[in-house]
């Protein structure tokens, strides 16, 4: 399985990005997507992630700020990231697990919000 993230940059507080990774290899419509962020000397933590079966859940520091959808018809799963603040910044990875539980990461993209 391969997971192609782009669509991160540079942005002022408050704008927003709309983040999107697609898939190849695998099932796309049978996986767990997620969307993982790792800033600055942290670790990483789960952003937001959506089931096979549409089920989503946030990070509380997402909510009501970050929404997460998936087109199974373009192996894609989207991050969109509205009113964005500093502490956002970070690198952000796209994850997929499979039915049988195999994990899978792709290269990150760096989102930069500035204040």
């Known amino acids: 399985v391969q997971l192609q993230a782009s669509g991160g940059g540079l942005v002022q507080a408050g704008g927003s990005l709309r983040l999107s990774c697609a898939a190849s290899g695998s099932i796309f419509s049978r996986n767990f997507m997620g969307w993982y962020r790792q800033g600055p000397g942290t670790q990483r933590e789960l952003v937001a992630a959506?089931?096979?079966?549409?089920?989503?859940d946030y990070a509380d520091s997402a909510k009501g700020r970050f929404t997460i959808s998936r087109v199974n018809a373009k192996n894609t799963v989207y991050l969109q990231m509205d009113s964005l603040k500093p502490e956002d910044t970070a690198v952000y990875y796209c994850?997929?697990?499979?039915?049988?539980?195999?994990?899978?990461w792709g290269k990150g993209t760096l989102v930069t919000v500035s204040s």
């Open positions: 959506i089931t096979s079966g549409g089920s989503i």
């Open positions: 994850n997929t697990v499979n039915p049988s539980g195999m994990n899978f």
